[in-house]
């Protein structure tokens, strides 16, 4: 364990959750879905317009070392929000969806999932985690910050990770484009579709490291989570990448204070090694959270890497 914090945040209320799910009849659920999907679409797209002048929420010594290297002129700031509804559809058909058949759109297609798809597909569902991470960024990059944006993860394009910067919320489950950066990763996401069981794959294990880090299952009081916080470049080296991604929503909004909060980053940043021209090297961390119910109580930076991509 490198530090531990204890930390009371907002309920995590997600829409089409596992407890929401097993309580109502299918069409219940996906109607409730498609009317909460209605609405975070409304929010996402508000968040363009929802800026502050101040822009103070990321100006820490530290933090500010990190998201500068996402305010260049000439380039934009894509910040990509989950795609819930993929997840959905993969907990339905019990079995993974890669990248180069989500960009594809072929797995609507697939028969078990044929009903829900149709009703689903034209839906951006994403959860509220991600969209309060989304505009945290959106008020501390200030009003006149016209290169961020903001996107859904069914409209992004590949083109983007080629020459511009982009934020990255969600596990591969959820936002299938950071399955192209795991080659540099060392902490990986995983899943046991017939468990339900979301994991970290520690591909080298350090001494009093863990090969694999397993998060708590449906029906555990108190449950373990995961999340990993990656800062590497981006496919061709041109701009930067953020990846934040989580076991769950609580995870993720773990994963998200961790870059947002000047206390708990300038701690972690205090162990790094600081180069000549003080640039923040490229690393990915490991978090783990502790949760009763649907509260997070506590979380803990347990590993992390600095990374040569």
């Known amino acids: ?23 109502l009849p299918g069409w219940w659920t996906v ?24 822009g103070e929420l990321l100006s820490g010594r530290e933090l500010s070392r990190l998201w500068r290297r996402f305010d260049r002129p000439d380039q934009r700031t894509w910040v990509v929000v989950a795609d819930s509804t993929h997840g959905l559809l993969q907990d339905v058909r019990r079995q993974p969806v890669f990248l180069a058949d989500y960009a594809g759109r072929d797995y609507w297609r697939t028969q078990e999932a044929d009903e829900v798809a149709q009703l689903l597909k034209k839906r951006e569902y994403t959860g509220m985690a991600e969209l309060a991470l989304a505009q945290k960024l959106a008020v501390g990059f200030g009003r006149d910050h016209t290169r961020l944006q ?130 923040l090297p490229y690393f990915e961390a490991l978090l783990k959270t502790r949760r009763l119910g649907q509260e997070t109580q506590r979380y803990e930076l347990i590993a992390y890497r600095l990374l040569n991509p």
Do not use: C
């Open 1 to 23: 364990m490198v530090y531990s914090q204890s930390w009371q945040g907002p309920p995590q209320v997600v829409a089409g959750s596992p407890a929401l799910k097993s309580k």
């Open 31 to 54: 109607a409730i879905l498609a009317a909460a999907s209605a609405l975070l679409g409304w929010w996402a797209r508000g968040l363009r317009d929802d800026r502050n002048e101040a």
């Open 150 to 279: 903001t996107t859904f993860a069914r409209h992004f394009q590949l083109r983007h990770l080629n020459s511009d910067n982009a934020v990255l919320i969600g596990s591969k489950r959820s936002n299938p484009w950071s399955e192209l950066f795991e080659p540099a990763l060392n902490f990986r996401f995983d899943y046991d579709e017939a468990r339900g069981r979301a994991m970290v794959l520690n591909r080298t294990p350090r001494p009093g490291e863990q090969a694999v880090y397993a998060a708590s299952i449906a029906g555990e009081e108190v449950k373990q989570g995961y999340a990993v916080v990656a800062f590497l470049p981006n496919l061709r080296k041109t701009g930067d990448v953020l990846l934040l991604a989580g076991a769950s929503g609580a995870e993720t909004e773990i994963a998200g204070y961790f870059v947002t909060t000047e206390e708990p980053f300038a701690r972690f940043v205090a162990q790094l090694p600081r180069g000549s021209d003080g640039r």
